[in-house]
């Protein structure tokens, strides 16, 4: 027995010395836990993702599996990667939301919102045209990055451009809950005093993960403005952030980008974009076969 316990002590130093051995195990056993997976399942659950959301549950393999099975069936109804353009168009008309032409310092993709832009009612369009977006924003990622930064431009912001705290909830639940470890950090900039109201009650529904990930952001305060230059090139940072280039939201240029990046989607999913269905084959090679029904 003796013999036995020197082996498990020896593995455990030796994960404890190499880390990546202890992230390699537990992505293996969570693997193991989910069970054989296919179609967009498959394409989905790379071993990146699986990563994350044993990040986002403390390496802990059983809350992993069933934030990651909520997921999945989350996806399977709401098919995010479905969505296109067209169908959020009109969302993003004011330039409210829309992912930025620059990178942070370590070449993470930038999305920028600008909630004093608002322009439509609709809290179930305006969730589905972020959803579309963040998959955007990840099908453009750089290789080997997995998280991407958010500007927040509260310029005309007022209580009646917000949108509701339900609607803030749900989308903060979503965006935890189904897209854990994608948020590097949101810098909010310059928020109004009565944002600070707002923010009292939305902050409740975040996780501690998330929560620390916000940073508020004033120009006359010397520390925050260091903290934006550290994660930005002043020369690409928009002139709203306190950088130095002009940056103009042109729609129809963003339009066509969008659609370019639909077909792109298209062909990472698999997808015949005339028949919108699962094609033979697509871009990783995988057998692509009907998703089994998630228990």
């Known amino acids: 027995m003796s013999i036995f316990r ?9 994960e404890q010395e190499h880390p990546e051995l202890q992230s390699d195990s537990k992505v293996n056993e969570l693997k193991a836990a989910i069970g054989p997976l296919s179609g967009r399942n498959l394409l989905y659950c790379t071993d990146a993702c699986l ?6 549950r403390n390496w802990n393999v059983d809350k992993a599996k069933k934030m990651l099975e909520e997921t999945l069936a989350w ?3 709401y098919k995010p990667e479905e969505i296109r353009w067209h169908e959020v168009a009109m969302e993003g008309e004011t330039g409210k939301l829309f992912r930025a032409n620059f990178h942070d310092r370590v070449g993470r993709t930038v999305l920028i919102l600008k909630p004093g832009l608002q322009n439509t009612k609709s ?7 972020l959803v579309y977006l963040m998959e955007n924003a990840m099908l453009n990622l750089p290789e080997g990055q997995e998280e991407m930064a958010w500007l927040i431009d509260f310029t005309g912001w007022s209580f009646t451009t917000n ?20 948020l590097a950090v949101a810098f ?19 996780d501690p993960k998330t929560f620390q990930k916000v940073k508020f952001v004033y120009p006359k305060n010397k520390e925050s403005v260091e903290l934006m230059r550290s994660y930005f090139d002043m020369d690409n940072l928009p002139t709203e952030f306190g950088g130095k280039a ?21 062909k990472f999913w698999g997808f015949d974009e005339k028949t919108g269905s699962m094609s033979s084959s697509h871009a990783v090679g995988a057998t692509v076969a009907p998703e089994p029904a998630l228990a």
Request: glycine share 2%; charged share 30%; hydrophobic share 35%.
């Open 6 to 14: 020197r082996r498990g002590s020896s593995h455990q130093q030796l």
């Open 51 to 56: 990563r994350r959301y044993l990040e986002a």
């Open 75 to 77: 996806r399977s109804t």
């Open 123 to 129: 809290m179930e369009n305006q969730i589905k045209h």
């Open 163 to 182: 949108v509701p705290v339900r609607t803030a909830r749900d989308t903060i639940n979503i965006l935890q809950d189904h897209y854990p470890q994608r």
């Open 188 to 206: 909010l900039y310059t928020p109004p005093r009565i944002f600070e109201a707002f923010w009292k009650i939305v902050k409740y529904f975040m």
């Open 246 to 266: 002009t940056m103009k939201y042109d729609h129809e240029d963003f339009s066509r980008l969008m659609a370019q990046d639909d077909v792109k989607a298209a």
